[in-house]
């Protein structure tokens, strides 16, 4: 079987989105395919490692990976992407061969706390729940800043939009802009 990210994409599908495992065909490079999930999902998590179980394994970091191979898994690698857990490797089958293995698991992702007392999920902009969790309390103008004047000596107006007015414009001492 050659892989490339078109077959891993066929192998997900043949999985489902919210779980599932196979035992894939004993040739295929297992290392390719880590590889080729961590090209696209990032550095993997080691679960298992020579058939020893990492302790620290539990439902919020990928346990529900290990369920379908019980015992058997050798080497497993997963990764969390977004609600669902990915994880290739190798386990033994029925038979006690090693054979490279793909599974998928649903992730429970956490929700943010409310930063409002009351708060419902639909009332509130996610800007608003940003400013309330980072405590950022500045206004959305810059009062200390004479805007008319600035375009006056840059010799160019300026866009109009209230993140461009939100920066803090600071000149070096020695210098301040003039126009042309």
């Known amino acids: 079987m050659e892989l490339t990210q078109t077959a891993v994409d066929e192998l997900l599908a043949r999985l489902g989105p919210y779980g599932g495992h196979m035992y894939l065909p004993g040739d295929l490079d297992v290392h390719e395919l880590t590889d080729l999930l961590g090209s696209r999902y990032g550095a993997p998590r080691t679960l298992v490692l020579d058939g020893f179980t990492d302790p620290t394994v539990d439902e919020s970091r990928g346990a529900d990976l290990l369920v379908p191979f019980l015992d058997r898994a050798v080497t497993i690698r997963a990764w969390a992407y977004a609600d669902q857990w990915i994880a290739t490797g190798t386990a033994r089958d029925a038979e006690g061969a ?57 010799g160019t107006a300026l866009p109009a939009d209230s993140w461009t007015r939100s920066i803090p414009i600071r000149w070096p001492a020695t210098s301040t802009p003039t126009g042309s």
């Open 98 to 154: 090693e054979r490279p293995v793909l599974a998928v698991a649903h992730r429970e992702v956490p929700r943010p706390l409310a930063v409002f007392p009351g708060e419902d999920d639909e009332d509130v902009d996610w800007l608003e729940r940003l400013k309330g969790i980072t405590g950022w309390t500045r206004s959305d103008q810059r009062p200390d800043v004479d805007w008319a004047a600035l375009e006056s000596r840059l």
